[in-house]
């Protein structure tokens, strides 16, 4: 079963308090997947973040990360993604429940999604940031209120992209240190594994997003 826990299950154990201190290590390496992690100030878990090579344009990945309701295509144990509120095609806000096995209690999120691109370098901006007070909090689901999430797309040519993912979030309540040293670094792997499958489908293969140059 441990092969189905959610990649933000993983970022959500990589709890960010103050600043951080020390430098990156490289924990994994395989399949030209990079994890790596950050120890962080008056916290025993690290900052996870994620660097690979995706076959895609900016475009193309920026709208799988925007099509919400197929995020639980790719990132694993995820359910009931939905769109709260959408500003405008590059600025969203979704909500999402968590699966946590047991003895841990679910969790739950809204989330302020905005892309950014850089009109010069062509790099890519995604960023998310928690949102208190949007969605009623259910009782028996901790909800999620600390959360910086960033993606950085970069072009490299024209139809291959460097990402890099970064992730601090207060995972709230108690969580096993065993979950925490068991899925930190194989949930990641796995996702972005999923991730290039998604962009592989027929229906990011033509996307011309209007905000993004590619």
Partial sequence: MYKNISFLIILLLSFFVGHTEGDWKLKTDKDGIKIFSKKVADSKVNIIKVECELAATPSQLVAVILD?????Q?????????IVKKVS???LYYYA???FPWPTSNRDFVSHLTVNQDSRTRV???DALTIAGMVPVKSNIIRLNRSNGRWTIVPLNKNLVKVEYILRVDPEGS???WLTNLFSFKGPFETFKSLRQQLKKPAYAAVNLPFIID
Avoid at 68 to 72: G, M, R
Avoid at 74 to 82: L, R
């Fill in 68 to 72: 919400i309701n197929t995020s639980d």
């Fill in 74 to 82: 790719w990132q694993y144990n995820t359910k009931n993604f939905s």
């Fill in 89 to 91: 095609p590059s600025d």
């Fill in 97 to 99: 429940e968590i699966n």
């Fill in 124 to 126: 890519v901006t995604v």
């Fill in 175 to 177: 969580v096993p240190d």
